[in-house]
């Protein structure tokens, strides 16, 4: 009987999320919209006569949660992950801070005790892997966007196991001391490590044995073992099963079969994937999100516009790019599924009141409905900022995408880099300042008595005087911290730049401000969120104070250097003809300040942007390449307006990463725009390699060779 009524409730939700998927997507919405609605249908609060057990649903859900992880691991190889960790890792880190903190101000703001409110930016903080992997399944998107947002999907779901960790002790009645908060962590990472460690050391191996053997049949139940014994593994860690089947998929990969074994776990991901999502609908009450649907707005708003700001902001400040960084903000908008463990800490413990479970539910729905239809405003947001955006802003910011991509290529071989110790000491500074508010926030009661008792000190002068003490006690590290960052800027621009000789130049001191700016927020923000409970909000205001005046430095110095940035331009550009006219394979110097990473596009008379303006074609915000200074036939220069038509025999000096220059190239040239997306490419191909076959036969232009000018 037992067996009868599952295969009842796997045929009810089956079908009705079929049907339900197949109107969505003629109606030419995501198919995840339709299986929510499904989950609304077959669940017990809508008078409809068809319903599934919601318990044995969500038991299902969990096997979409491991599915989908695995393939997401088998698409992230562990080279790709390292690749994007610093840029991912500084994104995740500003997104979750900015999340947390500006959940707990809400909570404050609806009246909700430290507590309450710090479990519900916990819940609001980490974005969901499901939703994302599925939108990016019906979407395509290019492969740089894929793997930032990917890279930080991984290091949010680090983040919440240790804020789980960390809130089931609150829930407890514990204490909780700065030890034991690096103990949490310390714990994780050696578990990640171990992990990682011994898969490579079996996994691989394995894998590649059993195609050898070429059965199919075994490779999917092999495979599919690793995937469940890893989950089962972190699970009975104290883990999510989450991320050890995100470390299986990888481990997977590393065999080199990350392709094949996709291709043949992909039906059943969709199948228990399309199930999670019924199950999550299922859990909506209509009547109880509406009585909630005030604070659920809030929340919703507080989500979207947080995430995408922070992610945002951490995006360009790391160099990948505005367009990447506003569609990462954009996919990234949504409360995942460990909002929902998160918060189920809290109600267990009684420490939350009755609304925040459907809150957070009711905002996990609503951003599963919004985040495909925020993808899809990407690219026009995309193009109104950027043309939005003062000309010499842009020109500055194209460069300073290809100063930190300069800056991740440079390697010294044989020794150690400085600037890895440099990095270390902004790590350990900030952890010592950090855990000295962490400490004065958890002591804050027992510190105060004891400004009472041992100082005779009445209310308020005790709370003034821990606050005191605290801002002392953390000024030095705190100190230490800001010099560290600022050394770290000026190594980075060593590397960049080479050695200072006399006064540094304008261009150099924007990427130093640059690189502070982003270790500040990157530190600064998780510290300011860990001392709200405590300070209530004074070390945030204080952060905030001193962000705005970095900003404001950083905002000056970019206009400063513009005319130095044009100069230099107007002489590269003018190189650049040259050597042009001189038949050179590869235009570009690098006896320019700053503009070394430039590269040069003549325009002949069949050339794609002939007879076009910059506006018409849209360069920067299709591409992201710059084009920093323009040189006409007749040998004068322009500035770029964008709205001047372009001609032969003009060059025009491209500025950016490489791989934005070489879509900005192609784009001039043969009239290709697409953006890169996933599969485009096989292992090791260049994008220009694959842009350049897809574009071969488009164009009404014949593409030049992506090597020449």
Same mark, same amino acid.
């Given at each position: 009987m037992h067996g009868a009524s599952f295969v009842t409730d796997l045929a009810i939700v089956l079908l009705v999320a079929s049907a339900t998927g197949l109107l969505f997507r003629r109606l030419g919405q995501p198919s995840i919209l339709g299986y929510l609605a499904a989950g609304l249908i077959v669940g017990p609060y809508i008078p409809i006569p068809v319903f599934a057990d919601a318990d044995r649903m969500h038991s299902l859900s969990e096997l979409g949660v491991v599915l989908v992880m695995f393939v997401v691991g088998l698409e992230l190889r562990l080279r790709r992950l390292l690749e994007v960790l610093p840029t991912a890792g500084v994104t995740a880190l500003i997104e979750v801070g900015a999340l947390l903190g500006?959940?707990?101000?809400?909570?404050?703001?609806?009246?909700?005790?430290?507590?309450?409110?710090?479990?519900?930016?916990?819940?609001?903080?980490?974005?969901?892997?499901?939703?994302?992997?599925?939108?990016?399944?019906?979407?395509?998107?290019?492969?740089?966007?894929?793997?930032?947002?990917?890279?930080?999907?991984?290091?949010?779901?680090?983040?919440?196991i240790v804020l789980a960790a960390i809130l089931t002790a609150v829930a407890a009645g514990k204490g909780l001391s700065a030890?034991?908060?690096?103990?949490?962590?310390?714990?994780?990472?050696?578990?990640?490590?171990?992990?990682?460690?011994?898969?490579?050391?079996?996994?691989?191996?394995?894998?590649r044995w059993v195609v050898r053997g070429g059965s199919t049949e075994l490779l999917v139940v092999v495979c599919m073992g690793v995937c469940f014994g890893l989950a089962l593994a972190a699970e009975s860690l104290g883990y999510s099963v989450a991320l050890g089947a995100f470390f299986a998929g990888m481990l997977v990969a590393e065999s080199g079969e990350g392709k094949r074994v996709e291709h043949l776990a992909s039906p059943l991901r969709d199948t228990f994937a399309a199930i999670f999502f019924v199950a999550i609908g299922m859990t909506v009450d209509p009547r109880v999100a509406y009585e909630h649907l005030d604070i659920s707005l809030l929340a919703f708003a507080v989500v979207l516009v947080t995430q995408l700001l922070a992610v945002t902001i951490a995006g360009l400040l790391s160099g990948i790019g505005l367009r990447v960084s506003l569609t990462s903000g954009l996919a990234l908008g949504q409360v995942g599924e460990f909002g929902f463990i998160l918060s189920a800490i809290g109600a267990e413990a009684g420490l939350?009141?009755?609304?925040?479970?459907?809150?957070?539910?009711?905002?996990?729905?609503?951003?599963?409905?919004?985040?495909?239809?925020?993808?899809?405003?990407?690219?026009?947001?995309?193009?109104?900022?950027?043309?939005?955006?003062?000309?010499?802003?842009?020109?500055?910011?194209?460069?300073y995408e290809g100063w930190?991509?300069?800056?991740?290529?440079?390697?010294?071989?044989?020794?150690?880099?400085?600037?890895?110790?440099?990095?270390?000491?902004?790590?350990?500074?900030?952890?010592?300042?950090?855990?000295?508010?962490?400490?004065?926030?958890?002591?804050?009661?027992?510190?105060?008595?004891?400004?009472?008792?041992?100082?005779?000190?009445?209310?308020?002068?005790?709370?003034?005087?821990?606050?005191?003490g605290a801002a002392l006690a953390a000024a030095i590290p705190g100190l230490a911290f800001v010099r560290a960052a600022r050394a770290l800027g000026v190594g980075v621009g060593d590397r960049v730049f080479g050695p200072k000789d006399g006064s540094a130049s304008r261009p150099?001191?924007?990427? $130093?401000?640059?690189?502070?700016?982003?270790? &500040? %927020?990157?530190? *600064?923000?998780?510290?300011?969120? /860990? =001392?709200?409970?405590? #300070?209530?909000?004074?070390?945030?205001?204080?952060?905030?104070?001193?962000?705005?005046?970095?900003?404001?430095?950083?905002?000056?110095?970019?206009?400063?250097?513009?005319?130095?940035?044009?100069?230099n331009a107007e002489r590269l550009v003018d190189l650049l003809a040259r050597q042009t006219t001189a038949g050179a394979a590869d235009s570009h110097s690098d006896g320019l300040l700053g503009l070394d990473r430039a590269r040069g596009v003549a325009l002949g008379p069949e050339s794609y942007a002939v007879g076009k303006t910059l506006a018409d074609l849209d360069l920067r915000a299709e591409t992201g390449a710059t084009v920093v200074a323009l040189r006409s036939a007749?040998?004068?220069?322009?500035?770029?307006?964008?709205?001047?038509?372009?001609?032969?025999?003009?060059?025009?000096?491209?500025?950016?990463?490489? $791989?934005?220059?070489?879509?900005?190239?192609? &784009? %001039?040239?043969? *009239?290709?725009?697409?953006?890169? /997306? =996933?599969?485009?490419? #096989?292992?090791?191909?260049?994008?220009?390699?694959?842009?350049?076959?897809?574009?071969?036969?488009?164009?009404s232009s014949t593409p030049r060779d992506v090597n020449a000018t």
């Open positions: 500006a959940g707990f101000s809400l909570g404050q703001g609806l009246g909700w005790n430290s507590r309450a409110s710090l479990f519900l930016g916990a819940s609001l903080a980490i974005s969901s892997t499901m939703v994302v992997s599925r939108v990016f399944e019906d979407r395509e998107v290019r492969a740089d966007v894929r793997r930032h947002v990917m890279g930080v999907l991984v290091l949010q779901d680090v983040a919440a030890g034991e908060i690096a103990a949490v962590v310390g714990r994780l990472g050696a578990v990640l490590l171990a992990m990682v460690a011994l898969g490579l050391l079996v996994i691989p191996r394995l894998v939350v009141p009755e609304s925040l479970a459907p809150v957070v539910v009711t905002v996990a729905v609503l951003t599963a409905f919004t985040t495909p239809l925020m993808l899809r405003l990407a690219d026009p947001l995309a193009r109104m900022v950027d043309h939005l955006m003062p000309q010499k802003m842009q020109n500055v910011l194209g460069l930190i991509e300069r800056f991740r290529e440079e390697r010294t071989p044989g020794r150690r880099s400085p600037l890895k110790r440099i990095g270390w000491i902004v790590a350990l500074e900030g952890l010592v300042a950090s855990g000295v508010v962490i400490s004065a926030a958890i002591a804050a009661d027992w510190l105060e008595d004891l400004a009472r008792t041992r100082l005779g000190l009445e209310a308020p002068w005790d709370r003034w005087a821990v606050l005191g150099r001191k924007l990427l $130093e401000v640059g690189i502070q700016l982003t270790v &500040l %927020l990157g530190v *600064g923000i998780p510290c300011a969120v /860990v =001392a709200l409970p405590f #300070d209530g909000g004074a070390v945030a205001i204080a952060l905030t104070v001193f962000v705005l005046l970095t900003a404001v430095v950083l905002w000056r110095t970019a206009g400063r250097a513009a005319p130095e940035v044009r100069t007749d040998e004068t220069h322009r500035l770029p307006t964008g709205q001047e038509p372009l001609q032969a025999g003009d060059v025009l000096a491209l500025a950016g990463t490489t $791989e934005a220059i070489e879509r900005g190239r192609l &784009l %001039l040239l043969s *009239g290709y725009s697409e953006p890169m /997306v =996933a599969g485009d490419a #096989d292992e090791g191909d260049t994008v220009s390699d694959a842009a350049a076959s897809r574009a071969s036969g488009r164009s």
